[in-house]
């Protein structure tokens, strides 16, 4: 019973803080942009990325930071109480939202399994300066079909894909830009992100979720352009892949060179008028200022870790009752 009442009351917390604040960023995350502003399209995929996963990632600490080690070291296991109705009823709620995560990132895995294997019967080894392996997709026309003309696939062993179409399309200074664009992919980990984003299951998140894919795609072009050249080059590659037809690939865990018609023309646009300075900005000073506040807040929990734990215990089991 002790077990039980446990898992019971720690899963009710996770739910309780989850949801809440998955609610409050499927429906404020649009005001971000007037808050805070990155100086780089990096730097806004990763901002979108934190807000994305925060409260997944809250609930989790929380609950086994605090809800867990309160319940467990302050909670008498001799004592006969039940559950409790509403504990049960939350710790249930909390075991189907984390089962729908789970079945939806593990079929998004196996679809691109699937798909990956498909693609990659036939293929050949390009030689390439790429830091991740590139292949050659058959030219079968059942695979030739289905398959991307250019794409990274793929979340432990990401590898990207070209078709033949692409290589016969696209200049070597092109075919090089674009295939620097699907390494930046592979190296931000970009379809592992989408698998978190499966994982953290909670309606309303499709918009922020867009909005992270069109700011990598741009940080992806920023990593592939070193000067107003490559930027040409990557501006003719995406032009001319688009003609091939083929979009975004259909399996969840790849990102495609285009990520969808509607934002062609802003990339091209943007790569046309690159600018070194623009391009080159960093974001990392910005952790500079966060660090401070990080340390405070740590020392804080630190100091108070043993009143949290008693005024949460005392929460518990109001919530038991």
Not at 114 to 127: E, F, H, I, N, Q
């Amino acid at each position: 019973m002790f077990l039980a009442r446990c898992a019971a009351i720690s899963l009710a917390l996770f739910v309780l803080l989850y949801v809440p604040a998955s609610l409050a960023v499927s429906r404020g995350w649009g005001l971000l942009p007037q808050v805070v502003k990155p100086r780089t399209a990096r730097g806004s995929a990763d901002l979108l990325f934190a807000l994305r996963m925060l409260p997944f990632v809250l609930a989790a600490v929380f609950t086994l930071v605090f809800a867990l080690p309160s319940f467990l070291l302050l909670e008498p296991r001799s004592t006969d109480e039940a559950v409790g109705t509403a504990p049960l009823m939350l710790g249930l709620c909390c075991l189907g939202v984390l089962a729908a995560g789970a079945v939806r990132s593990a079929s998004a895995q196996i679809r691109t399994s699937r798909a990956l294997t498909k693609w990659m019967d036939g293929s050949t080894v390009m030689d390439s300066a790429a830091p991740v392996p590139v292949f050659i997709t058959a030219r079968d026309a059942v695979t030739a079909r289905d398959a991307p003309s250019l794409t990274v696939a793929g979340v432990r062993d990401p590898k990207v894909l070209v078709s033949e179409a692409a290589i016969a399309a696209l200049t070597p200074p092109e075919l090089r830009a674009a295939l620097k664009h699907e390494a930046a992919h592979a190296q931000s980990y970009d379809n592992l992100k989408k698998l978190l984003f499966r994982l953290a299951v909670f309606p309303g998140m499709a918009g922020l979720e867009r909005a992270w894919s069109e700011q990598s795609e741009l940080a992806a072009d920023d990593a592939a352009v070193l000067c107003f050249r490559d930027a040409l080059d990557l501006a003719g590659a995406l032009i001319k892949v688009s003609r091939l037809g083929t979009w975004q690939p259909q399996a969840e865990l790849t990102t495609g060179l285009l990520h969808s018609s509607t934002a062609l023309g802003t990339r091209v646009q943007r790569l046309i008028s690159w600018k070194k300075n623009s391009a080159s900005a960093t974001h990392g000073t910005s952790w500079r200022y966060a660090l401070p506040s990080l340390c405070g807040t740590l020392f804080v929990l630190v100091a108070t870790y043993g009143s949290v734990l008693t005024g949460l215990h005392a929460v518990t089991e109001w919530l038991v009752r």
